[in-house]
T-cell receptor, first 114, second 113 residues
Framework: KAGVTQTPRYLIKTRGQQVTLSCSPISGHRSVSWYQQTPGQGLQFLFEYFSETQRNKGNFPGRFSGRQFSNSRSEMNVSTLELGDSALYLC?????????????FGPGTRLTVT | GQQLNQSPQSMFIQEGEDVSMNCTSSSIFNTWLWYKQDPGEGPVLLIALYKAGELTSNGRLTAQFGITRKDSFLNISASIPSDVGIYFCAGQMQNSGNTPLVFGKGTRLSVIA
């Protein structure tokens, strides 16, 4: 079974621009979670989508948004990029039901904002 | 929000040595997960634990779900250079429904050949 895939793997953007990252979950997984990882802050939860609905949201500004499609693929968007948005963005998929908390991560998208 | 205290933050060990790290919380958890992350990659799930007192192995790795349900331990036996990386614990709090997993800040393991 193919793992979680994320595209692109690397991205360089300029401050003020916007960016869209994509995540394809493991086949059959209905939940996709997004995390921001920086050296000083560890894994910070952004949001989770389940069956096309945002089920949980972390403590990030409204510039960070996401969505999930009917095939469970998910995208996250960051508008008006700031230098501090430079990070590794990880998505993780899981079955999404009760007692199915095992999350499987993709390789991440490394975003650099200049 | 809820935090997991993971220790130690970093470790330097000789190849062949055994390694122990742990994760503690003030809340009760019903699931503990251990991940390993290599540089530039996403975390990889190593072991999942679902019952208090449960002891689960994956090769040279052994993890335990603490009896109090507030802690978990990961042991690596006979470490090798490819064990280098960051190890994260994560947990699902009891009666928290579908709230997000809580992650520790990681233990960075370095192995000296």
């Amino acid at each position: 079974k193919a793992g979680v895939t994320q595209t692109p793997r690397y991205l360089i953007k300029t401050r003020g621009q916007q960016v869209t990252l994509s995540c394809s979950p493991i086949s059959g997984h209905r939940s996709v979670s997004w995390y921001q990882q920086t050296p000083g802050q560890g894994l910070q939860f952004l949001f989770e989508y389940f069956s096309e609905t945002q089920r949980n949201k972390g403590n990030f500004p409204g510039r960070f948004s996401g969505r999930q499609f009917s095939n469970s693929r998910s995208e996250m968007n960051v508008s008006t990029l700031e230098l501090g948005d430079s990070a590794l963005y990880l998505c993780a998929s899981s079955l999404g039901g009760r007692s199915s908390y095992e999350q499987y991560f993709g390789p991440g998208t490394r975003l650099t904002v200049t | 929000g809820q935090q997991l205290n993971q220790s130690p933050q970093s470790m330097f060990i000789q190849e062949g040595e055994d390694v122990s790290m742990n994760c503690t919380s003030s809340s009760i958890f019903n699931t503990w997960l251990w991940y390993k992350q290599d540089p530039g990659e996403g975390p990889v799930l190593l072991i999942a634990l679902y019952k208090a007192g449960e002891l689960t192995s994956n090769g040279r790795l052994t993890a335990q779900f603490g009896i109090t349900r507030k802690d978990s331990f990961l042991n690596i036996s006979a470490s090798i250079p490819s064990d280098v990386g960051i190890y994260f614990c994560a947990g699902q709090m009891q009666n928290s429904g579908n709230t997000p997993l809580v992650f520790g800040k990681g233990t960075r393991l370095s192995v000296i050949a």
